[in-house]
C-alpha cells in the first residue's frame, strides 16, 4: 500500500486548507485511514480517523474545525482544515491499516511521505 500526501502549504490563521491522500490500495475502503500530524520539535499524534463504515474519530485539538472522509471511487483520503490557528503549524501524514481497534491509538503499519502545513 502506498500513499502519498498532497495539499499543503502557508495560510493565514482563520484560513482553510484540505489534504488529499492518493492510496494505491484498490480496497482502500476497506481500511481504516487516519491523518497524524507532527509539530516543529514535537512527537507525532493522531488527528483524524476514518473506518471502513465512514465512522470518524477526532483528537479534541481539531474537532469541530477538521473534516475527515473518503472519496472511495477515486481512493482518496481527505482533510479539509478549517479555522487554522498557529498551533496547527505541523508536518501531516495520512496512515492505513486493516485494523484500527484503538483509534488514533493504534498501530498503523503504511505511512505517506508527509506534507508540510504552516499558518502563520
Known amino acids: 500500500v502506498q500513499l502519498v500526501e498532497s495539499g499543503g502549504g502557508l495560510v493565514q490563521p482563520g484560513g482553510s486548507l484540505r489534504l488529499s491522500c492518493s492510496i494505491s490500495e484498490s480496497t482502500a475502503s476497506s481500511y481504516c485511514m487516519a491523518w497524524f500530524r507532527q509539530p516543529p520539535e514535537k512527537e507525532r499524534g493522531g488527528v483524524a480517523l476514518i473506518i471502513s463504515d465512514s465512522r470518524t474519530t477526532y483528537s479534541d485539538s481539531v474537532r469541530g474545525r477538521f473534516t475527515v472522509s473518503r472519496d472511495s471511487a477515486k481512493n482518496i483520503l481527505l482533510l479539509r482544515m478549517t479555522s487554522l490557528k498557529p498551533e496547527d503549524t505541523a508536518t501531516y501524514y495520512c496512515?492505513?491499516?486493516?485494523?484500527?481497534?484503538?483509534?488514533?491509538?493504534?498501530?498503523?503499519?503504511?505511512w505517506g511521505q508527509g506534507t508540510q502545513v504552516t499558518v502563520s
Open positions: 496512515a492505513a491499516d486493516l485494523a484500527c481497534g484503538l483509534g488514533l491509538h493504534s498501530v498503523f503499519d503504511y
